[in-house]
């Protein structure tokens, strides 16, 4: 009885694998193969590594100084996904499929991703960049409108996702050392070098990223500042380098 309940769950298995993949469209295909093929590499790969630290422990500490630097790697690409993962479905957005499209929308940004190379772009809606192509723009100008767009938690998370496939996360290091004339320059598609660029934040530029107009009251800053540090804080998921730029504009502006 045991094997005939046995055989009736293999057959019922292999005819829904079957149906499937006469069902599964090319891309969901070739996309499920290559994450078996991967998963079943890693197992195999990661089942030889205990095997051989279980004879001689000692070699863990010899490759550690190789395993740290893809563990951190591995990691930054792991946060990179749930941020665009999170900006893709989070309330606020409109997602569709089509030919192996999809489309979201939020208050700044209109993105498509393609399924089956995983390539983004995408459009701004609003702001000093209204009407252009995220492709079109350099990594300067797309940070500053990372700093425009801080109202709108949806838009940061989008955007720091495409900034994360297209530059690597190393923009968030270049971003701190850039000075409030960077993304001017930018835009016109020179980058003068590092050293040449102030390092500290100017009033106007805090005004900036507080979403102010020049001339506000401490009130109407601190209120500001709570808003932005509310949507953006990175206990909730948003980013470090926005809420360090958020936290510097504050001090700029109320001298604490």
């Not at 998370?157 to 993304?183: C, I, K, M, N, T």
């Amino acid at each position: 009885m045991p094997q005939l309940l046995l055989g009736l769950l293999l057959l019922v298995g292999l005819v829904m694998v079957l149906r499937w993949f006469a069902t599964a469209n090319t891309a969901a295909l070739a996309g499920a193969v290559r994450r078996v093929a991967i998963g079943s590499a890693a197992i195999a790969g990661g089942g030889l590594l205990l095997a051989i630290v279980a004879r001689n422990p000692l070699l863990l500490l010899q490759f550690a100084p190789f395993l740290l630097p893809f563990l951190y790697w591995w990691w930054r690409r792991r946060r990179a996904g749930q941020s665009l993962g999170a900006g893709w479905g989070s309330p606020g957005t409109r997602s569709s499929g089509g030919e192996g499209v999809s489309t979201v929308r939020t208050a700044w940004l209109e993105m498509t991703l393609e399924h089956a190379s995983g390539a983004m772009d995408g459009r701004v809606l609003r702001g000093t960049q209204a009407g252009r192509s995220l492709g079109g723009l350099p990594e300067p100008t797309l940070i500053a409108l990372l700093t425009e767009c801080a109202v709108d938690s949806d838009s940061v998370r989008v955007l720091e996702a495409y900034l994360d496939r297209r530059f690597g996360p190393d923009w968030r290091q270049r971003a701190a050392s850039s000075g409030p004339g960077s993304a001017q320059d930018g835009a016109q598609g020179e980058v003068p070098p590092r050293q040449e660029r102030p390092t500290d934040m100017s009033v106007d530029e805090a005004y900036a990223v507080l979403g102010l107009k020049s001339g506000a009251t401490a009130d109407e800053i601190r209120a500001a500042y709570r808003k932005l540090m509310l949507l953006n804080h990175p206990d909730r998921g948003g980013s470090d380098w926005l809420a360090a730029k958020i936290n510097r504009a504050r001090q700029v502006l109320l001298g604490d």
